[in-house]
């Protein structure tokens, strides 16, 4: 429940840093602007690795001084060969194929 309150809030905190773009506009140069010819520059986003939960005896009995405290990141990434897909091989789509069929 914690988890899910902070990454509520978190959300909730990165919309509104996000929503702070173009205050300079007002009036007919707001109502007229063209996000499109706005340059901006991609931001990768990274999440961290998915690390594997202890329970029971495997937590009760680890050893805190033999972790690493080193953390792992991944690049989330949009799009996927499924996306390029279109009829029936998008809905008959395997992805425990390799190949896509």
Same mark, same amino acid.
């Given at each position: 429940?914690?988890? *899910?309150? *902070?990454? *509520?809030?978190? &959300?909730?905190? %990165?919309?509104? /840093?996000?929503?702070?773009?173009?205050?300079?506009?007002? &009036?007919?140069? !707001?109502?007229?602007?063209?996000?499109? *010819?706005?340059? @901006?520059?991609?931001? #990768?986003? !990274? @999440?961290?690795?998915?690390?594997? =939960? /202890?329970?029971?005896?495997?937590?009760?009995?680890?050893?805190?001084?033999?972790? =690493? &405290?080193? #953390?792992?990141? @991944?690049?989330? #990434?949009?799009? %996927?060969?499924? %996306?390029?897909?279109?009829?029936?091989?998008?809905?008959?789509?395997?992805?425990?194929?390799? @190949? &896509?069929?």
């Amino acid at each position: 429940m914690r988890n *899910l309150i *902070l990454c *509520l809030v978190a &959300g909730l905190m %990165s919309m509104g /840093l996000m929503a702070q773009n173009r205050n300079e506009l007002k &009036g007919p140069a !707001y109502k007229n602007y063209k996000p499109w *010819l706005n340059k @901006t520059e991609p931001v #990768v986003v !990274y @999440t961290l690795e998915k690390q594997e =939960k /202890l329970i029971g005896p495997a937590y009760k009995n680890r050893k805190p001084w033999d972790e =690493k &405290g080193e #953390v792992k990141y @991944t690049a989330v #990434v949009f799009g %996927s060969e499924r %996306s390029k897909l279109r009829g029936p091989a998008y809905k008959n789509y395997k992805p425990w194929r390799k @190949t &896509g069929r």
